[in-house]
């Protein structure tokens, strides 16, 4: 009887040991941050991601980030079409993605690491593609208990055919090759108006002029394919980029004419797209879903830039500041030259 007990408290001892060493993976929430990033954390460790956006079939750009977890942290990613693999022996289609691993590095902040994926499209489909990844190996278990699953970084990327370029050929020749990675960033669509209004981030220059587009695809579910993309309307225009809050990072105003009461992706045109870079992006998309009494039947659609400036230069405020002052100097020492003279 009491190596019964005794063996019944070693159990309860190992348990109790087994529930303080293996962590219990709290919930991951995805957060889009104010400069463009994804952000997947789940209160411990986190990941954060930089803009991917559209891209052009043969495009090669890179997919970095940092992160807190450990140096030499193994993540698989994959970068698919979910609609573009073959459903016969014989395959004749080209490639509905890639996938593989990445060694997380060293980086020069301590505590925060980084890692960049390559992402070479040269023979992909033209399709819609999404972004997911998982934790495979880590010298710290917590770290590939929290991202054991797959997880989703992008669910709208698109890669259009090389026909595309010429929807971007006026930004190539209005805007030199800067070398600049220009990215747009969603963060709310407003359905209570006439017009739906899509609002967000972005590090193009205040006053930039945006255009925009509706792809709904004519083939989907698991049979079909979208590749290559068609049905896409547009472009509309209306949309601009005005002052934000922080520095570097400016807001976007578009008001969308939708007349789609289920939904539909919608595509922002990057107006200073010129692929000087690897990671230059023709465009960013994002899926609209209005509810059932929202729906946009408004054909006139303009946008309401709020006030975010002063009324005067910043230059000129500060040069009739100093004028007043200079002014008010002058009339205090006649006022006691008058005085003394008395």
Excluded at 102 to 130: A, E, L, R
Excluded at 177 to 198: A, E, H, K, R
Excluded at 207 to 228: C, H, I, K, Q
Aim: charged share 15%; aromatic share 10%; net charge negative.
């Amino acid at each position: 009887m009491r190596l019964l007990k005794r063996f019944n408290l070693l159990i309860a001892a190992v348990l109790t040991l087994a529930l303080l060493i293996v962590p219990v993976s709290a919930e991951l929430k995805t957060t889009q941050t104010d400069d463009g990033k994804t952000l997947i954390s789940n209160g411990t460790y986190w990941i954060s991601w930089d803009p991917i956006g559209d891209h052009i079939v043969g495009d090669q750009f890179f997919i970095n980030g940092t992160t807190n977890l450990s140096a030499e942290t193994d993540m698989y990613y994959s970068f698919l079409a979910p609609s573009g693999g073959c459903r016969t022996k014989i395959c004749t289609r080209k490639s509905p993605g890639t996938d593989g691993d990445v060694i997380i590095k060293p980086g020069t902040t301590p505590s925060i690491n980084t890692f960049s994926i390559s992402i070479n499209t040269t023979d992909f489909q033209s399709n819609w593609y999404v972004f997911l990844f998982q934790v495979v190996s880590s010298d710290n278990p917590a770290e590939v208990v929290a991202f054991h699953q797959e997880s989703l970084v992008d669910t709208t990327l698109l890669l259009f055919s090389e026909d595309w370029l010429s929807i971007t050929q006026q930004s190539r020749m209005t805007h030199p090759d800067t070398g600049i990675f220009y990215w747009m960033s969603f963060s709310n669509v407003n359905y209570s108006g006439p017009c739906y209004q899509l609002s967000g981030t972005t590090n193009l220059p205040v006053g930039e002029t945006l255009s925009y587009s509706f792809f709904s695809p004519v083939e989907f579910g698991a049979g079909n394919n979208v590749d290559p993309i068609r049905n896409v309307q547009g472009p509309y225009y209306g949309g601009i980029v005005i002052p934000g809050e922080k520095l570097g990072i400016n807001q976007f105003i578009i008001p969308i004419n939708s007349y789609s009461p289920n939904g539909t992706t919608v595509i922002v045109w990057n107006p200073r797209y010129n692929n000087s870079v690897h990671s230059d992006t023709i465009s960013s998309s994002t899926d609209i879903h209005p509810t059932p009494n929202a729906r946009n039947v408004s054909t006139n659609c303009s946008v309401t830039i709020p006030v975010t400036t002063p009324s005067l230069p910043l230059s000129l405020m500060g040069t009739c500041g100093a004028l007043f002052v200079f002014l008010c100097i002058c009339l205090l020492t006649q006022r006691k030259e008058k005085q003394q003279s008395k």
